[in-house]
C-alpha cells in the first residue's frame, strides 16, 4: 500500500494549474456519447473516476478517441445509440458514474449490471433507485436496492414529479438523465440547489431544460447535437493549494482556470468569511460555466460557523475546511453536514481521527464538526482510509505540523487528482 511523509515548507509561491473538473469530465463522456455526431472534449479529468466513465461508454458501443492532453474525441451515436454491454460495468470509486448511470441506464432497451470498488459498493443507492422505480425502471439490487452490483433491465420510463429530501445533483441529474427518455417533463425539486453542471451541459447540447427556483423540469426527448467542451479545472482540487497558500506564512499563488460556477464556489465564500485573502482574475465564460484565474495569498484567519444552503456549494470541500479550520482564530462548526457521512467514507468521523491523532482538537457531530484553531499540528501517523480527499486534506495539514505526517494508503489520490504529491513537492520544495 502506498504511503506519503509531509513536512513543513517555506511559502508556496508561483503559478499551477489543477486537473480537469471531475464533476463535468464525467458529464461531457455521458452527454457526448448521447448527442449525434462528434464532442470534442478539451481539459478533460484523467483520472480513475472519469477514465471510468470513459470505459463504461466504449463498452456501450461508443467511439472515443484519447488525442492526449486531456483532449477527447466522442461519436456520439444519438439518444438511442447505446449498445447493450457484454460484461458488469465497474464504476470503480465513482459515486457519480454509478448514481448518473442508474438513471441513464433506466431508459434503454437493453439489460446492464453495474459494481465498483468495495467502498462504492457499500454507499447508498436508494437515494436513486427509489425516485427511478416511480418512474418505471427495474432496477435490482442488494440490500432491497440499497449496494451495488445493481442490474438494471431498461424499458419505458414516465415523466414524474420529485422532491428530493438531500441537495445532491447525483439524485437530480440520475432523474433528469432518466427524463431525456421519458415523454414530457420530468421534474426535480431539492431542499437547496445541488451543483447544476448537468442542467448547463444538457442546455449546452440542446435539451430543454428549465431550472426554477427550488427545482428544475427537463423535457424528454430532445435531440443533442455533438459540441466542443472545455472542461475548467476543478475547484475542488484546487481548495487544497488555496488552503495550502492560506496557512502557509509568505505565500502568493495564482491557480489559473479554475472552474467557478456559483453552485461550486463555497468554499471561496467559506475561506473568505474566515479571512482567507482569495481574488479571481480574469472572470471569463467557457462552454457555459463560468472560470476564473483564482489568486490566493497567506490570511490570518477566524474561526466561523457553517451551515444550511452553502453546505451543498462546498460538500466536498469540508475535509480541507476543518484543516483551515484547525488554523483559525477561536473554533469553527460546521453542521447541517450530514451527506459527509456517506461519501468515499464517513468524511466526518475519518477528517475527525486525523486530525486528532496529529495534535488537533477536533469534535465530531452528528451532522459535521468542531475544531479548535491552534497554531500548529504536532505530526504523526494517519490513514486516508482510502478516500482521496482525506489524504490531500491531511498532506495540506502537515505544511503546519512541527513533525511531518505521515499519511498510508495515498494511492486513491489517482481518482480525482493524478499528479498532486508531484505539484506539491514541487510548490513546497
Ligand atoms: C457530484 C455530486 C456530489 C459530490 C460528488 C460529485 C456530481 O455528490 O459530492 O463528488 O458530480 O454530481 P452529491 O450529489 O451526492 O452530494
Known amino acids: 500500500m502506498k504511503q506519503q511523509t509531509i513536512a513543513s515548507c517555506g511559502s508556496l509561491r508561483g503559478e499551477i494549474t489543477v486537473p ?3 464533476s463535468i469530465s464525467h458529464r461531457s463522456i455521458m452527454l457526448g456519447s448521447l448527442a449525434s455526431g462528434t464532442t ?8 480513475e473516476d472519469s477514465l471510468a466513465t470513459l470505459q463504461a461508454f466504449r463498452t456501450m458501443g461508443i467511439t472515443i478517441e484519447e488525442l492526449g492532453g486531456g483532449q477527447l474525441r466522442i461519436e456520439g451515436r444519438g439518444l438511442h445509440g447505446l449498445q447493450e454491454p457484454g460484461d458488469v460495468i465497474d464504476c470503480g470509486n465513482s459515486g457519480t458514474t454509478m448514481r448518473l448511470m442508474l438513471g441513464l441506464l433506466s431508459g434503454q432497451s437493453f439489460f446492464s449490471v453495474l459494481s465498483g470498488d468495495q467502498y462504492l459498493r457499500r454507499r447508498p443507492m436508494k437515494r436513486v433507485v427509489g425516485p427511478l422505480g416511480t418512474m418505471g425502471a427495474r432496477i435490482w439490487g442488494r440490500c432491497d436496492g440499497e449496494r451495488a452490483p445493481l442490474a438494471i433491465q ?9 422532491e428530493s429530501p438531500i441537495a445532491s445533483a447525483q439524485v437530480k441529474s440520475a432523474l433528469m438523465l432518466a427524463g431525456l427518455y421519458a415523454d414530457g417533463e420530468t421534474t426535480v425539486r431539492e431542499p437547496h440547489l445541488s451543483r447544476d453542471h448537468s442542467e448547463r451541459m444538457l442546455s449546452y447540447f440542446g435539451a430543454d431544460v428549465r431550472p426554477f427556483d427550488g427545482g428544475v423540469t427537463v423535457v424528454g426527448g430532445p435531440n443533442l447535437t455533438g459540441q466542443e467542451v472545455h472542461v475548467p479545472g476543478d475547484i475542488s482540487s484546487a481548495a487544497f493549494f488555496m488552503v495550502a497558500a492560506l496557512i502557509t506564512p509568505g505565500s502568493e499563488l495564482l491557480i489559473r482556470n479554475v472552474g ?3 453552485t461550486r464556489s463555497g468554499i471561496i465564500d467559506i ?6 485573502s482569495i481574488e479571481l482574475v480574469d472572470s471569463r465564460e467557457r462552454s457555459g460555466e463560468p472560470v476564473a484565474d483564482l489568486l490566493v495569498r497567506s490570511s490570518h484567519l477566524q474561526g466561523i460557523e457553517i451551515g444550511g444552503a452553502l453546505v451543498p456549494r462546498a460538500i466536498d470541500e469540508f475535509p480541507v475546511v ?3 479550520a484547525c488554523f483559525a482564530e477561536g473554533t469553527t462548526v460546521i453542521r447541517d453536514a450530514h451527506e459527509l ?5 464517513d468524511r466526518i468521523a475519518a477528517m475527525c481521527d486525523a486530525l486528532n491523532a496529529v495534535g488537533g482538537q477536533v469534535e465530531p457531530r452528528e451532522d459535521g464538526m468542531s475544531i479548535c484553531g491552534m497554531d500548529q499540528l504536532s505530526g504523526g501517523m494517519v490513514t486516508s482510509c482510502g478516500d482521496h480527499r482525506i489524504a490531500m486534506s491531511m498532506a495540506v495539514a502537515a505544511l503546519r505540523s512541527s513533525k511531518p505526517i505521515t499519511i498510508s494508503d495515498t494511492g486513491c489520490t489517482e481518482t480525482s487528482f ?3 504529491w508531484q505539484l506539491l513537492q514541487h510548490l513546497a520544495g
Open 40 to 47: 470534442l472534449v478539451h481539459g478533460f479529468l484523467e483520472g
Open 20 to 22: 480537469g473538473d471531475k
Open 260 to 262: 467557478v460556477n456559483p
Open 341 to 345: 457521512r456517506v461519501k468515499e467514507t
Open 322 to 324: 476543518s484543516v483551515a
Open 418 to 420: 493524478p499528479g498532486f
Open 154 to 162: 431498461g424499458g419505458p420510463l414516465k415523466a414524474a414529479a420529485y
Open 271 to 276: 475561506l473568505r468569511q474566515m479571512g482567507g
